[in-house]
């Protein structure tokens, strides 16, 4: 049967199956083509989507971690830099009431007052010996003497304290017929925490 167009029913059924345009595929299934397509496309991109704020946590946790990273650095240089000293203020006070102490009440602990010495440490995990090198006078004439004095700090490691004893030598002047000692090295200090450990203990108290 023919049509107004004079075109029957089954030459134009066989026209939309078969577009000689569409390279002998039917209108159809390039529809269908091009909806798979758009689909792969959607979910590629919403894999994209995904990895590019993936990236974008990453690099931000990457940027936090640096910024830790640098204030450690930072805090450790200052600790081992930051001299422990007393400020110029707490000097001036603690003379003043030493100086009004004195003048108040005679020196020294009162009569039966127990002594607040800190304990000698159980242990010594090294020993340092200091000799003296010449005498006063300036002789390096010196002899061996069997008198040692000990003088023992407690210094601060990353994992745990170290105990160190400085045992100070005497040495006989044959020159001016008396006994020289060693002097103990010009940073360590006379109470019994070493400078690392001073440092440590001022960096944590601000």
Request: charged share 35%; hydrophobic share 25%.
């Amino acid at each position: 049967m023919f049509t107004t167009t004079g075109i029957t029913d089954s030459t134009e059924s066989l026209i939309c199956q078969r577009c000689p345009y569409l390279e002998g595929s039917s209108p159809q299934d390039v529809l269908r083509e091009l909806e798979h397509v758009k689909l792969e496309n959607e979910q590629l991109r919403r894999v994209f989507e995904i990895a590019v704020e993936a990236f974008k946590e990453r690099d931000e946790k990457i940027k936090q971690l640096e910024a830790e990273n640098n204030t450690l650095r930072s805090k450790i240089q200052d600790l081992h830099q930051k001299p422990f000293v007393i400020s110029k203020r707490k000097k001036e006070k603690q003379v003043d009431n030493e100086s009004s102490l004195s003048s108040s009440r005679p020196r020294g602990a009162p009569q039966g007052h127990k002594g607040g010495t800190r304990e000698k440490p159980d242990r010594v995990d090294e020993y340092i010996d200091v000799f003296p090198e010449r005498c006063d006078c300036g002789s390096r004439d010196l002899s061996e003497c069997e008198k040692v004095d000990e003088h023992t700090i407690e210094e601060i490691e990353i994992r745990k304290a170290r105990v160190i004893c400085y045992r100070r030598h005497y040495r006989y002047c044959k020159r001016c017929k008396k006994i020289v000692s060693a002097r103990v090295p010009s940073d360590i200090p006379k109470g019994y925490f070493g400078p690392a450990a001073m440092a440590v203990a001022q960096y944590l108290r601000y």
